[in-house]
């Protein structure tokens, strides 16, 4: 029995009953310590080539999706390459000494993905190298006039005070937008020869190698970054603000169609429009971009149609008029997956009116971003404004007025059917109603952005005859009534 107590206190036991009714104990086979190490072994390598191997599938999206990304990798390793010699080639190595290594440093901290990145950190960096050199040397110069007791106190008194100054400048917003990097080069700049002067005599040809090698490191990135396949900021920041005005015309109209539309059967098209829906989060999104490329594009040159006064400042204006928009029809998506929905007899009754708003809103948010794309001021604007706010001063009698409120056929004309409605039944419409005037009222701030732009940019007018088409092309998309209303636009604005 004691036996028995102690086979169990050791551990779980398994025991089988032959035919002679006696009992046998199986024991599991014990593995030996190098085949679990072997097994834990495989399991985890096994585990690391399968996360290389999905790392290397998303490495190939991404320049997929991106190819400049890839020739912004090449046009890097070409710039270190260039550098390089500095090292390989004695005569080059002999005229800047061991500060070469400065110059590979500056091509890997300063070449950015756009040239206007590369030049404005380029520019700050040889800016900040220059103003820190030039204090250095003369603070070295007047601690060494003052006599060995001086010297030390003068050079941390110095330091102490230049850099945290420099330090305190980065907090203005003006100054980090555009000089931050270029402070704390000023900084480190400043403490690296002041400390190395007091120590070394050689403090003047400290400062010109480092300011050499600085200036032969961000000149090749200058050149290379706008001669081999360059990426304009400029360029970056126009493509985004038009594609975003696309994105947001197609919320509006989808948002509309997809609360006023009948049935619940979804198919390829339903999801391609639920997709497009989303696309005024791009434009909520896109504020850090826009302001980043906005900076950057200042310091470019003029390059394709963008002379360098463009005024870029005006395409943040457009994206704040853009996102004051795409909030409204973010709360207008909202109304879709709202619990309380609205009597479908009496969405149908301001239906028409409405998809006829969100249709003249999104023609009128296309032709922006046509008038930008080909950089040409728009003819048909003014008309297009014109049946928008029609459009809306017809949504206003027709959403406040409901069948059961009209006088029927049926019954005598002094006498009215008083129907009593619930408010939830009310509220959806109003809402609606409501955020699609907000919305129009946006889209003229819009309106108002762009055409600054275009006389701020000197854009040129359209032709005559691409006028007519455009014209042709739009009374095709107009509804009856719609076309109706334009007819009057154009008898009270004759064309001149």
């Known amino acids: 029995m004691a036996s028995d107590q102690n086979e169990v206190s050791k551990g779980l036991e398994w025991r089988i009953k032959v035919a002679d009714g006696s009992s046998e104990i199986l024991v599991p086979e014990a593995k030996s310590a190098a085949t679990r190490v072997l097994l834990c072994l495989k399991a985890f390598i096994v585990g690391l080539a399968s996360k290389v191997w999905k790392f290397l599938l998303k490495a190939w999206d991404v320049g997929v999706d991106d190819p400049r990304k890839v020739i912004h990798c090449l046009k890097v390793g070409m710039a270190l390459t260039v550098v390089s010699l500095f090292y390989y080639m004695r005569p080059l190595y002999d005229g800047v000494g061991g500060t070469a290594m400065w110059a590979i440093m500056t091509v890997v901290v300063v070449f950015e993905n756009t040239v206007g990145a590369t030049i404005c950190k380029s520019l700050n960096r040889m800016s900040g190298t220059f103003l820190a050199g030039f204090l250095a040397v003369g603070v070295q110069w007047i ?31 003006s100054v980090k937008a555009r000089f931050d990097y270029g402070a704390m080069i000023f900084i480190l700049t400043f403490s690296l020869v002041s400390i190395s002067g007091y120590r070394v005599d050689e403090v003047f040809n400290l400062a010109h190698r480092r300011l050499s090698t600085i200036i032969i490191g961000t000149t090749l990135c200058i050149i290379v970054s706008m001669l081999v396949c360059p990426i304009w900021a400029g360029q970056e920041l ?5 594609r975003n005005m696309d994105k947001l015309a197609d919320s509006l109209e989808g948002c509309v169609g997809e609360y006023f539309k009948d049935g619940d059967d979804i198919d390829d098209s339903d999801k391609e429009c639920h997709k497009k829906l989303q696309g005024y989060k791009c434009v909520l999104s896109s504020k850090a971009a826009e302001d980043s490329m906005a900076n950057f594009a200042r310091w470019e040159p003029a390059h394709g149609g963008f002379n ?64 930008i794309k080909t950089m040409k001021k728009s003819s048909n604007i003014h008309f297009l404004v014109g049946d928008m706010n029609n459009a809306v001063q017809e949504l206003q009698p027709e959403a406040a007025e409901t069948p059961e409120n009209k006088t029927t056929e049926q019954q005598p004309a002094s006498k009215t059917v008083v129907t009593i409605m619930p408010i939830v039944d009310i509220i959806p419409l109003v809402t609606l109603t409501s955020l699609l005037i907000e919305i129009v009222s946006r889209i003229n701030g819009i309106v108002d952005a762009v055409e600054e732009l275009a006389d701020l940019a000197e854009f040129k007018p359209a032709s005559n005859d691409k006028c007519g088409k455009d014209d042709d092309q739009l009374n095709n998309n107009f509804l009856p009534d719609q076309q109706k209303d334009k007819d009057t636009m154009k008898k009270v604005f004759p064309r001149v």
């Open 308 to 371: 360098f006064r463009h005024p870029w400042k005006q395409y943040i204006k457009i994206g704040a008029s853009m996102r004051s928009c795409a909030y409204c029809i973010e709360a207008l998506n909202s109304c879709i997956n709202s619990e309380n929905q609205a009597n479908e007899y009496i969405k149908k009754h301001i239906s028409n009116n409405c998809l006829k708003v969100s249709s003249n809103s999104s023609g009128v948010i296309r032709e922006l971003a046509l008038t």
């Open 143 to 173: 601690a060494s006039q003052s006599g060995n007791r001086f010297e030390p106190i003068i050079i941390g008194a110095s330091v102490f005070l230049l850099a945290s100054a420099a330090t305190f400048s980065r907090f203005i917003p």
């Open 238 to 242: 126009f493509t985004l603000i038009f």
